[in-house]
T-cell receptor, first 113, second 116 residues
Framework: SQQGEEDPQALSIQEGENATMNCSYKTSINNLQWYRQNSGRGLVHLILIRSNEREKHSGRLRVTLDTSKKSSSLLITASRAADTASYFCAPRRGGGATNKLIFGTGTLLAVQP | DGGITQSPKYLFRKEGQNVTLSCEQNLNHDAMYWYRQDPGQGLRLIYYSQIVNDFQKGDIAEGYSVSREKKESFPLTVTSAQKNPTAFYLC???????????????FGAGSRLTVL
């Protein structure tokens, strides 16, 4: 399956702490993307990491990719209450695949003020 | 401003009725998608279209139909054959950047359908 599986399903932390979410997948990929969804809203693209990259940063976000383990992690540093949302990973298969992205069930992050 | 517009935001339907959800984008994106999300669950792909006048079934296409007559528009019809249509429906689009491209999705704000 092209679907990514996020872990943990839910995470509760205090404001200022770091939050780490993990994603595992099964097929070879061209890139892996992370999205965020606030309750009752659409998803918003956060960051993309290509298969030949190992780490990428964007503001308070840090993404790592280990293609040998078929896993990725998203780290949010110095979390804020506004980071409360669901986070989804979406692996994009390589080699002639279609455009479609398959999303998992996500990690629900709650940041307590 | 460029983006995706879904309408209506909330929709109520009686059992046995068909309903059409609208999705319009002005991003000049080639591909468009429909996902369904149930409470506490992830997104499941219903249909997607990579070019005008062509679309493909996703994982849960039964009871749904789509059309892609214009690049900007990808309406979804929830038919009476869909047994459990109450859900949050999300439309998305992306630029076709080749088979090795990024394929980053832009999502609409969603339409919540409730069957009474």
């Amino acid at each position: 399956s092209q679907q990514g599986e996020e872990d943990p399903q839910a995470l509760s932390i205090q404001e200022g702490e770091n939050a780490t979410m993990n994603c595992s997948y099964k097929t070879s990929i061209n890139n892996l993307q992370w999205y965020r969804q606030n309750s009752g809203r659409g998803l918003v693209h956060l960051i993309l990491i290509r298969s030949n990259e190992r780490e990428k940063h964007s503001g308070r976000l840090r993404v790592t990719l280990d293609t040998s383990k078929k896993s990725s992690s998203l780290l949010i540093t110095a979390s804020r209450a506004a980071d409360t949302a669901s986070y989804f990973c979406a692996p994009r298969r390589g080699g002639g695949a279609t455009n479609k992205l398959i999303f998992g069930t996500g990690t629900l992050l709650a940041v307590q003020p | 401003d460029g983006g995706i517009t879904q309408s209506p935001k909330y929709l109520f339907r009686k059992e046995g009725q068909n309903v059409t959800l609208s999705c319009e984008q002005n991003l000049n994106h080639d591909a468009m998608y429909w996902y369904r999300q149930d409470p506490g669950q992830g997104l499941r792909l219903i249909y997607y279209s990579q070019i005008v006048n062509d679309f493909q079934k996703g994982d849960i296409a039964e009871g749904y139909s789509v059309s892609r007559e214009k690049k900007e528009s990808f309406p979804l019809t929830v038919t009476s054959a869909q047994k459990n249509p109450t859900a949050f429906y999300l439309c998305a689009s992306s630029m076709w950047t080749g088979q090795s491209g990024a394929n980053v999705l832009t999502f609409g704000a969603g339409s919540r359908l409730t069957v009474l």
